[in-house]
C-alpha cells in the first residue's frame, strides 16, 4: 500500500489564514519532501527535510518532521488565493530511487 | 530553458494502439524517473532509472517499456494501450548521492496527458 497518507483530504480556509496539512507514513524513510501541484498542471517542489531534521522554514512554509511518529505537517502561513492548490507529501527509499506520495490535500483559499 | 520536457503534452489514442512519450532532462542529473497520476490526482512511481540503468520498476505491466539512451532521456513505450492506461504521465529527474540520507530535489516535467478511447 501507499506511505504516505495526507489530512486533511480538502480543506477551505480565507485569505490570510493559515493552513497546516500533516502526512503520515508507516516505514523508514531517507527524506520527506512537499509538492505544490495547480490544477491541470506539473508538480513543483516546495522543500525537503531530511530524516536527521526537525523543522524547515521557506519564506511563509514551516514543515515539521518527527520521524518517531513517522509525520509531517505543511504549514503556510498567511494564505493567499494563489495558494489554491493540491499539496502532496512525498517521502524517499531506497536512498532516492523510490519516491512515494501521499493522496494530497486540496486547498482552497477564498479571497 | 525548460528542465524536464515531455513530448507530447496531449495524446488521445485507440485501445490496442502502441504509443510512446518522450522525456528529456538538462539539468545533467543521472536519475530519471516515471509516474502516473490518476483521475483522482492519486500518483504512484512506475520506474526508476540511474545512469541508464533500471533501478525500481513497481510493478507494472509488462505492456509499459521504458528506455534510456542516455542519462538525459528517458522514454515511456506502452503497448496494446487499454482504457485503464488513461492518466497523466509525469517524468522527473534529480541527482542521485553516496549517503543514504542524502538525496536532493527531484524535479518534475509538465505531464503528458494520455486519453485512451
Known amino acids: 500500500s501507499q506511505q504516505g497518507e495526507e489530512d486533511p483530504q480538502a480543506l477551505s480556509i480565507q485569505e490570510g489564514e493559515n493552513a497546516t496539512m500533516n502526512c503520515s507514513y508507516k516505514t523508514s524513510i531517507n527524506n520527506l519532501q512537499w509538492y505544490r501541484q495547480n490544477s491541470g498542471r506539473g508538480l513543483v517542489h516546495l522543500i525537503l527535510?531530511?530524516?536527521?531534521?526537525r523543522e524547515k522554514h521557506s519564506g511563509r512554509l514551516r514543515v515539521t518532521l518527527d520521524t518517531s511518529k513517522k509525520s509531517s505537517s505543511l504549514l503556510i502561513t498567511a494564505s493567499r488565493a494563489a495558494d489554491t492548490a493540491s499539496y502532496f507529501c512525498?517521502?524517499?527509499?531506497?536512498?532516492?530511487?523510490?519516491?512515494?506520495f501521499g493522496a494530497g490535500t486540496r486547498l482552497f483559499v477564498k479571497a | 530553458d525548460t528542465a524536464v520536457s515531455q513530448t507530447p503534452k496531449y495524446l488521445v489514442t485507440q485501445m490496442g494502439n502502441d504509443k510512446s512519450i518522450k522525456c528529456e532532462q538538462n539539468?545533467?542529473?543521472?536519475?530519471m524517473y516515471w509516474y502516473k497520476q490518476d483521475s483522482k490526482k492519486f500518483l504512484k512511481i512506475m520506474f526508476s532509472?540511474?545512469?541508464?540503468?533500471?533501478?525500481i520498476n513497481e510493478t507494472v505491466p509488462n505492456r509499459f517499456s521504458p528506455k534510456s539512451p542516455d542519462k538525459a532521456h528517458l522514454n515511456l513505450h506502452i503497448n496494446s494501450l487499454e482504457l485503464g492506461d488513461s492518466a497523466v504521465y509525469f517524468c522527473a529527474s534529480r541527482q542521485s548521492r553516496a549517503g543514504w540520507e542524502s538525496t536532493d530535489t527531484q524535479y518534475f516535467g509538465p505531464g503528458t496527458r494520455l486519453t485512451v478511447l
Open positions: 539539468l545533467g542529473h543521472d536519475t
Open positions: 512525498a517521502t524517499d527509499h531506497e536512498r532516492g530511487f523510490k519516491t512515494i
Open positions: 527535510i531530511r530524516s536527521n531534521e
Open positions: 532509472y540511474n545512469n541508464k540503468e533500471l533501478i
